[in-house]
C-alpha cells in the first residue's frame, strides 16, 4: 500500500514539475497583416534554450501563430518574404535567406536587408529587454508590443514603414543600408572615420532613420538622443509581433514613445497557477519525508524531491 503511494506520488510530482515547465514561459504571437505570406524565423542565441522549430512556419495574410519561449532566453525574430523550393529541393527567399539553401538559418547576423525584432527574456534583474533593429537594412514594418500585468513603463516599438518608395539602395524588395552597399570606411564609421564628430550620418541614413526611429542608422546613431534607449524594458510580458501593421497602430515616433501595454490577465493567470503548482510540490516533498521517516523499508529520494520544490520556489 505504502509502495504504491509513494509511486502515486512521484506521479503526480512529474506531472506538476511539466506544468508548471510549460506555464512559465513567454509567449510570442505572430500576427501577418502583410498583403502577403510570410515566413517568421526564430533563432534561440547561444547558451539558451532553443524553440520550437519555426523553419516551417508560414503566415498566410491575416493568419497568426503563437511560439512559447523558455525562462532566461534571448534570440531574434525575422520575417522572410516569398519563399518558395526549387526542384533540387533547395529553400531560397527574396527577402530573409539564409543563402544555405535550407529554411534553418543560424542567426540574424548571416541575414542581410531584414528587420529584426530582439528579445532579452528574464535578462538582467529579472526584466525582459526588446528592440526593433534594420543592421544590414530591412524588408517590411515590424511592431512589438508588449502585453503586461505588472504596473511598469512598457512601451511598443517598430520600424514603422516598410521599404515601398524612396529607398537609397533597393535589392530584392528589401532596402539596404548604405554601409552594407558600399562597405567603405565613410559609411560604416571605419578607418579615419572612427571618430564620432568624424563620422556624420549620411542623406541615405536620415532615410533609414524615417523608417525605423527607434533603431540605429549609423554607427553613433545609437548614442544620439531617443535611440539610446531603443532597447526597451519590461516584466512578465507575452509580445505581440505585428508584421506590416496598419499605419493607424505604426505612425512615427507616437508609437514607442506613448503606447503603454493592456494588461495581459492570461500572464496572471498563469503566474497564480505556477505559485499553486509550487505549493503543491512542497507539500509533496513534506509526504514523501513523512513516509521515509513512519513506512520502514521505503526509499525516498528526499533530498531530491525538496531541491526541486526549492528550485521552482527559488525560480518565481
Known sequence: MAETLFRALLFVNAILLFSAAGVYSTKLKLKNQCSYTVWPRVVSGNGTRPVATTSTLTLEPGESASIFIPASWFGQLWARTRCSYDFTGRFTCLTGDCYNGSAECDSAQTVPQVTVAEFNISGNAGLDFYGVSAPRGYNLAMLVVPQSDVEANCMATACVKGPNGGCPYETSGSCTTTCFAFGDPKNCCSGAYV?????????????????????????????????????????????????????????????????????????????????????????????????????????VDTVSAICTALGLLFSL
Not at 503566474?271 to 512542497?282: K, N, P, S, Y
Open 195 to 299: 571618430p564620432r564628430g568624424v563620422c556624420k550620418p549620411s542623406e541615405y541614413s536620415l532615410y533609414f532613420g524615417s523608417r525605423c526611429p527607434w533603431a540605429p542608422s549609423y554607427v553613433y546613431d545609437e548614442n544620439d538622443g531617443k535611440k539610446k534607449n531603443r532597447a526597451f524594458t519590461c516584466s512578465m510580458a507575452d509580445y505581440l509581433i505585428t508584421f506590416c501593421p496598419h499605419p493607424s497602430l505604426a505612425t512615427g515616433h507616437k508609437v514607442a514613445a506613448g503606447a503603454k501595454t493592456r494588461p495581459s490577465s492570461a500572464r496572471k493567470t498563469k503566474r497564480v497557477i505556477l505559485i499553486a503548482l509550487v505549493v503543491v510540490t512542497i507539500l509533496i516533498a513534506i509526504l514523501l519525508i513523512a513516509l521515509k521517516v513512519f513506512v520502514p523499508g521505503l526509499v
